[in-house]
């Protein structure tokens, strides 16, 4: 049996939503098992020098969660050795979850394999629960299994589409990474209750700016308190251009950054920042983590 999973790239937080909303990018990877070929784990595209080849990386991470969810209902549930190929075309580190869209191509691509062998569970929220289970938060995994915009609390995950007149511009730096881990523990344990509010009604404007297709909302939707300033501050050189966008056109940290998501409307393009940074336009993607025979 040979299946490719396509898995999109996804902008976490988008601003006041910290760790609640997430957003599908039509930027995606690829990831191809083969239960007849000799087993193996070859990489192209971003990263590929980097990635593990010994089973530790993170599609293989997903295939191991989805089987072990398994066998506490089958406990003879099986995945046949294969060998993995992965087509990588987001940035690692970046902000753009690269991770949950390879735990969550691993979940889908176990699931199928497990379907055909009669323990079936291929479903989205699947893959939500496990890449969630394995990173500690929903807010990449949920856009990358449902696509379009998804918003989470408490394990519980709605997705909503997205205007066509939300046109996304990711730019992402050359040179600067920031781990998720890092970015975290730069992170208060405790914020001001002003902070808070300010966030919950900015995060409302921001579903009601995308669904709604009001690029111009997103101007002040964006706006944050809790962690972006903090995120910034590990990256000086992306909160020059921060600063600078932030005059002109809506813009947030993607994810835990250092690449940043902003937003074009009429008469107001995202400037090109320069020397050092790669300028994507890039649609909304609708569709979330699909698999097919290849």
Do not use: K
Not at 9 to 23: H, K, R, V, Y
Not at 102 to 123: E, F, H, I, K, P
Not at 259 to 285: K, N, T
């Amino acid at each position: 049996m040979r299946l490719t999973a396509t898995v999109p790239a996804t902008s976490a937080n988008l601003g006041p939503g910290f760790d609640c909303f997430g957003l599908a990018l039509d930027l995606c990877n690829e990831v191809t098992i083969d239960t007849e070929a000799e087993p193996g784990v070859s990489w192209e595209g971003e990263g590929a020098d980097e990635l593990p080849t010994d089973g530790s990386d993170h599609v293989h991470r997903g295939i191991r969660a989805a089987l072990e969810h398994q066998r506490r209902i089958h406990p003879n549930a099986e995945v046949p050795p294969f060998a993995l190929h992965g087509v990588n075309r987001i940035p690692l580190e970046r902000g753009l979850g690269s991770s949950s869209a390879a735990l969550v191509a691993g979940v889908a691509l176990a699931s199928r394999l497990l379907g055909a062998a009669g323990w079936d569970d291929d479903d989205p929220a699947t893959a939500v629960a496990y890449a969630g289970e394995l990173e500690g938060h929903l807010d990449n995994a949920a856009p990358a299994a449902y696509g379009g915009l998804t918003v989470t609390a408490d394990g519980h995950v709605r997705r909503f589409d997205v205007a066509p007149s939300i046109r996304p511009v990711v730019l992402v730096p050359d040179v600067e990474r920031v781990s998720t881990a890092d970015a975290r523990r730069a992170l208060p344990d405790a914020v001001p209750l002003r902070d808070a509010v300010f966030n919950v009604g900015h995060g409302a404007l921001v579903v009601q700016a995308l669904v709604g297709g009001d690029p111009d909302l997103l101007r002040v939707a964006l706006h944050d308190r809790l962690h972006q300033s903090v995120r910034l501050a590990l990256v000086p050189a992306v909160a020059a251009v921060f600063e600078e966008l932030s005059r002109g056109v809506p813009v947030c940290v993607s994810g835990s950054g250092p690449s940043l998501l902003a937003f074009e409307g009429d008469g107001w393009p995202v400037p090109d920042p320069g020397d050092g940074w790669r300028m994507v336009r890039i649609g909304v993607r609708a569709a979330g983590v699909q698999v097919i025979p290849s």
